[in-house]
């Protein structure tokens, strides 16, 4: 189990890394950030919450614009039609 917890981590990191830079690449959506390490969540966090929670606010509201919240349950429903 530990070899495929080192596998998926070799595989999902770069991934992360990817989606960091397209992100800060085309900020357009400006609805979250990604956090590598402990120390970014922590600075992550610390950005999100200052000025009363302005950019957690910022990146609810930009969340509910784009948000499918019956999208777990289209992906089941197309599953299950294969």
Known sequence: ?????????????????????SVGQRNYLNSGAVALNNDEVIATLARAFADGGKLLHDWSGNIAKISRPAASLDIAKFLVSL
């Open 1 to 21: 189990m530990k070899s495929c917890g080192a596998q998926l981590n070799r595989f999902v990191t770069p991934l992360l890394k990817n989606l960091q830079s």
